[in-house]
């Protein structure tokens, strides 16, 4: 039987978009889409909503696949699209962040903080830094201990709308550090932050109030053999 995945994927398609381009239109990262498309996680209403609203999707195909596909011709709005250059090799430093006192002072270039490794790896974007992923609020895309490889970015607006950022915001004076998809808010001077784990709900937060930012580029997990 037709799953719900399966007809997204015949949906992305026929609108002849590969996963990564869908995937930024509905705001969650190209591996989260993978997992919908192939059943080992759902589709919430709110993805089910942008298909209905910028693609002119039928819902009831979407849902139990009776009717036709689209209620009207699609919308296919061009947005541009990142590429960036792969490196044969790079050494990315690994920071504890407990150890750097948070992102601030680490984005800032301090010279007295000392990386606690350095992380070799073939053919990625230049990337900034590294550090351990804590919470579970990216489950199961990222789980607590994996590593995350970043780049820093000077300003909030130059964000690419649905792809994954570490982030540094304020909250009543305390810095609070986190691992998020960022959409684009309804409110002026607002973002929303996005999470892979659908216990954890979104939240709209004022762009003045993020001190630091940067694009999420690799992940590593590291899988211990007993």
């Known amino acids: ?95 504890s962040i407990e150890g750097t006192a948070g992102l601030v002072p680490l984005f800032a270039n301090d010279a007295n903080i000392e990386p606690i490794n350095h992380i070799h790896i073939p053919n990625l974007p230049k990337c900034d830094g590294a550090i351990y992923v804590v919470g579970d609020s990216m489950y199961p895309l990222l789980k607590s201990g994996d590593i995350i490889l970043y780049k820093q970015l000077n300003d909030v607006r130059d964000v690419f709308w649905g ?37 954890h709900a979104d939240k709209e937060i004022e762009i003045s109030r993020i001190r630091a930012i940067a694009l999420i580029k690799a992940s590593v997990r590291m899988h211990t053999i007993g």
């Open 1 to 95: 039987m037709e799953t719900i995945g399966a007809r997204l994927r015949l949906m992305r398609k026929q609108l002849n978009l590969t996963q990564e381009q869908l995937a930024q239109r509905l705001g969650i990262g190209k591996a989260a889409l993978s997992m919908i498309e192939t059943g080992k996680a759902g589709l919430s209403n709110r993805n089910k909503n942008i298909l209905v609203q910028d693609f002119n999707a039928n819902p009831e195909w979407i849902e139990n696949g009776t009717g036709k596909m689209f209620n009207a011709e699609p919308n296919l709005t061009a947005y541009s699209h990142r590429t960036d250059k792969a490196l044969p090799l790079q050494s990315v430093p690994l920071y």
């Open 163 to 199: 792809d994954m950022y570490l982030l540094s915001i304020d909250i009543d004076g305390e810095e609070y550090i986190t691992v998020k998809y960022v959409q684009k808010s309804e409110q002026d001077g607002y973002i929303r932050l996005v999470s892979q784990n659908q216990h």
